[in-house]
Nanobody, 124 residues
Framework: QVQLVESGGGLVQAGGSLRLSCAAS????????VGWFRQAPGKEREFVAA????????NYADSVKGRFTISRDNAKNTVYLQMNSLKPEDTDVYYC?????????????????WGQGTQVTVSS
């Protein structure tokens, strides 16, 4: 069992930065891949980024490539999403999720555990 808690969301102006954190409980967390997804009201949840269990492989949605960076610190059971050059269209609730297969995949159905989400709002 893995429990995930996101933090770091907030209100930022366009062009600004935020760093989201996904803190996990569970002794085997370092065997899980972790993904970030986001969802706006009335819209489908979409993939943002993922990192493999070792941190050696990452995957990004085209819309965030070059602006967002995913990383992990297995000693701290935490995964980060550094978001730079934020745009109003990045406004969403951001969720982290854990995948027991350990691969940095974009498919939501592969993920076994989900956090409650953190709101990111980017003003123009």
């Amino acid at each position: 069992q893995v429990q995930l808690v996101e933090s770091g969301g907030g209100l930022v102006q366009a062009g600004g930065s935020l760093r989201l954190s996904c803190a996990a409980s569970g002794q085997t967390f370092n065997r899980y891949a972790v993904g970030w997804f986001r969802q706006a009201p009335g819209k489908e949840r979409e993939f943002v980024a993922a990192i493999a269990w070792s941190g050696g492989n990452t995957n990004y949605a085209d819309s965030v490539k070059g602006r967002f960076t995913i990383s992990r610190d297995n000693a701290k059971n935490t995964v980060y999403l550094q978001m730079n050059s934020l745009k109003p269209e990045d406004t969403d609730v951001y969720y982290c999720a854990a995948d027991k297969w350990g691969l940095a995949v974009a498919l939501q159905s592969d993920y076994d555990y989900w956090g409650q989400g953190t709101q990111v709002t980017v003003s123009s």
